[in-house]
């Protein structure tokens, strides 16, 4: 069983139109919940970590929350440099330090 | 601050062959972790190296060993080369239970 699932797979969008990316988890004992962004052929980019449920953390056009169950990647106005696939991971009690990848959502912004 | 290095950054090998990996973690970042990524599988576990010590090892065979040297740096190996193996490698290095940085990655192409 997936302890972590990202929705959509893959999202197309137009220059300039919001969307939100998923990432909902099971794992038990959350200790930390982490959005990187990765482009082709590189390593995963940093670009979030949240802790607690109701934590938000913004970063230019992107702005992460988090739930108990789940957390979103909110894109705002989007450009075309802001293609890349996103992966949710999360680090748990249960685990220990290792991250629990999903599979990522693949973001395609048209101009 | 210089980030996680790794190198080399492509590599082809036949199998049967052994491979040695590289990573330098940022300055001062005392955990590496190391990733195995492919299009089926995604971003999965090897393991985790902290002040010389395995702390944690992901579901890979035993031809898949790593090691972690004084000044942090790590190495990994993989012996018997199968085809399965080609994928991208990855580096993260952390300090304390802080967010995971990664490297570029090293390609690997088993032949």
């Known amino acids: 069983e997936d302890q972590v699932t990202q929705s959509p797979e893959a999202l197309r969008l137009q220059e300039g139109e919001s969307s939100s990316l998923n990432c909902s988890y099971t794992v038990s004992g959350l200790r930390g919940l982490f959005w990187y962004r990765q482009d082709p052929g590189k390593g995963p980019e940093f670009l979030f970590t949240l802790y607690s449920a109701g934590e938000e953390k913004e970063k230019e056009r992107l702005k992460a929350t988090l739930t108990k169950k789940e957390s979103f990647l909110h894109i705002t106005a989007p450009k075309p440099e802001d293609s890349a696939t996103y992966l949710c991971?999360?680090?748990?009690?249960?685990?220990?330090?290792?991250?629990?990848f999903g599979a990522g959502t693949i973001l395609r912004v048209k101009s | 601050k210089a980030g996680v290095t790794q190198t080399p950054r492509y590599l082809i090998k036949t199998r049967g062959q052994q491979v040695t990996l590289s990573c330098s973690p940022i300055s001062g970042h005392r955990s590496v972790s190391w990733y195995q990524q492919t299009p089926g599988q995604g971003l999965q576990f090897l393991f985790e190296?902290?002040?010389?010590?395995?702390?944690n090892k992901g579901n890979f065979p035993g031809r898949f060993s790593g090691r972690q040297f004084s000044n942090s740096r790590s190495e990994m190996n993989v012996s018997t080369l199968e085809l399965g193996d080609s994928a991208l490698y990855l580096c993260?290095?952390?300090?304390?239970?802080?967010?995971?940085?990664f490297g570029p990655g090293t390609r690997l192409t088993v032949l």
């Open positions: 190296y902290f002040s010389e010590t395995q702390r």
């Open positions: 991971a999360v680090r748990s009690m249960e685990y220990g330090n290792k991250l629990v």
């Open positions: 993260a290095s952390r300090r304390r239970a802080d967010t995971q940085y």
